[in-house]
């Protein structure tokens, strides 16, 4: 078994609500895929610290491996973003054994990675001046829609705001399923998202920058931190990302550009 755990953060600069520069630690956020026996089953995204560690528990969880001593190698290769599991007696039937894929309402849908990133080379999001009153504006009235947090935590919330105005507010148990029920709303009814701001109380992920991205929303604000590959692809397609946003503090992580700080 390797050791090829990785450091799970990096500092970037940023910007306060106050225009001024801070340094911000950012969790790193990788794509891993994981081989049983040459047959690809997954693509998790994990920060890499134990990645042998996480690949065990996966087999283990998913009921593919029934006992450690089957499994001869976990070989983690970091340059290919893959890791390879060899077992003594090969399992049979894998393909069978992971056709049923259940998408939970966890943090993570870590088979979505590899298709998505491909289509935004084709996505330009128009940029959108925000002033720092308007964000405060946003928050205000968002503590006026978290109703089940409030009353039983456990969910996340999401929502589609222009300016001060909430258009469309929802929560569940993932984020990403609250996310999703947003992108529905936005197709049924025809909206338009490039005049938008897309809020969340969930981390500011790659996969959350993808979902946004598509739905060409060109402000992403969340009330959590963000990983390091959530801000690559910010950066990447021109989504304003603003993390730890609560009360009159946040923190502009690209397009600070975009924000006005003067009152």
């Given at each position: ?38 047959q ?7 920060m ?15 009921n ?22 060899v ?13 049923t ?163």
């Amino acid at each position: 078994m390797t050791n090829a755990g990785l450091g799970g953060s990096s500092t970037v600069s940023a910007t306060n609500e106050h225009g001024e520069p801070v340094d911000v630690l950012l969790v790193e956020e990788r794509p891993l895929t994981i081989y049983l026996d040459k047959q690809e089953i997954v693509t998790v995204m994990t920060m890499g610290s134990a990645p042998e560690l996480l690949v065990l528990g996966y087999l283990k969880n998913q009921n593919l491996i029934d006992k450690l001593s089957d499994i001869k190698v976990i070989q983690v290769d970091w340059e290919t973003a893959a890791v390879a599991v060899v077992t003594s007696a090969e399992v049979q039937d894998v393909a069978a054994m992971t056709q049923t894929k259940i998408i939970t309402s966890g943090c993570g849908q870590g088979t979505m990675f590899g298709s998505l990133t491909e289509k935004l080379d084709d996505v330009k999001i128009a940029k959108r001046q925000l002033k720092k009153d308007t964000i405060y504006q946003i928050l205000e009235n968002l503590s006026q829609h978290n109703i089940m947090y409030k009353k039983a935590g456990a969910v996340h919330g999401c929502a589609l705001c222009t300016d001060e105005e909430i258009i469309y507010f929802v929560e569940d148990v993932g984020r990403h399923n609250a996310v999703d029920t947003i992108a529905g709303h936005m197709w049924l009814n025809g909206l338009s998202g490039d005049q938008c701001v897309f809020y969340t109380t969930g981390r500011l992920t790659s996969e959350m920058v993808i979902k946004v991205a598509q739905m060409n929303v060109p402000v992403l604000l969340s009330r959590s931190g963000a990983t390091k590959m959530g801000l690559d692809m910010a950066q990447k397609v021109g989504i304003t990302l603003i993390s730890r946003a609560k009360g009159q503090r946040f923190q502009v992580l690209s397009g600070g550009d975009n924000i006005s700080y003067s009152v």
